[in-house]
T-cell receptor
Framework: GAVVSQHPSRVICKSGTSVKIECRSL??????MFWYRQFPKQSLMLMAT?????????EQGVEKDKFLINHASLTLSTLTVTSAHPEDSSFYIC?????????????FGSGTRLTVV | GQNIDQPTEMTATEGAIVQINCTYQ??????LFWYQQHAGEAPTFLSY????GLEEKGRFSSFLSRSKGYSYLLLKELQMKDSASYLC???????????FGTGTRLQVFP
């Protein structure tokens, strides 16, 4: 199978600080990683697509300077929420294209619950 | 762009059958997925359709009509543990982005 490890699972940070979320593919190479945000009682909203070795592609309305995405290796993609504010509190989840290993091509991380106080 | 709609909430009784609909408008289509999600957890894959017709998998079935931009997920013999959110998602042609619908919260009552 394919496994994506996402850390941390929960984080509480102070307003104005930055938080980094990591997604690591454990047993396959993830050339493409998708990052989603999910507010309570809402669906997953695609924030950006990261490709190894190139700049991320952001969806309309997502601030690229606020949500920094780095995909420097084939097994690691990171999302950094910079200068976090309470409205950034959300559930963030990554999904990697796993080359059709499982579930027709997508493996999800377990998600990160971010609370900004 | 993509516009993917589902009913917001549904309720059903244990042992019954429920059908969750999904309609989509897309600039490029390369398959439709159904996921189950419990609060605070990652989505769990249920089914995938890329051709028209019905895919059956135990208590769950999924149907796709590409010409109508329509899919449904059918859950049979409902159990209490089926209470969850159900998300349809469309894979965008060319980019492979997975775009999620609005999601349906299903509550199963005894």
């Amino acid at each position: 199978g394919a496994v994506v490890s996402q850390h941390p699972s929960r984080v509480i940070c102070k307003s104005g600080t930055s938080v980094k979320i990591e997604c690591r593919s454990l047993d396959f190479q993830a050339t493409t990683m998708f990052w989603y945000r999910q507010f309570p009682k809402q669906s997953l909203m695609l924030m950006a697509t990261s490709n190894e070795g190139s700049k991320a592609t952001y969806e309309q309305g997502v601030e690229k300077d606020k949500f920094l995405i780095n995909h420097a290796s084939l097994t690691l993609s990171t999302l950094t929420v910079t200068s976090a504010h309470p409205e950034d509190s959300s559930f963030y989840i990554c999904s990697a294209e796993d080359g059709q290993r499982t579930n027709y091509g997508y493996t999800f991380g377990s998600g990160t619950r971010l609370t900004v106080v | 762009g993509q516009n993917i709609d589902q009913p917001t909430e549904m309720t059903a009784t244990e042992g019954a059958i429920v059908q969750i609909n999904c309609t989509y408008q897309t600039s490029g289509f390369n398959g439709l997925f159904w996921y189950q999600q419990h609060a605070g957890e990652a989505p769990t894959f249920l089914s995938y359709n890329v051709l028209d017709g019905l895919e059956e998998k135990g208590r769950f079935s999924s149907f796709l009509s590409r010409s109508k931009g329509y899919s449904y997920l059918l859950l049979k013999e409902l159990q209490m543990k089926d209470s969850a959110s159900y998300l349809c998602a469309v894979r965008e042609y060319n980019t492979d982005k997975l775009i999620f619908g609005t999601g349906t919260r299903l509550q199963v009552f005894p």
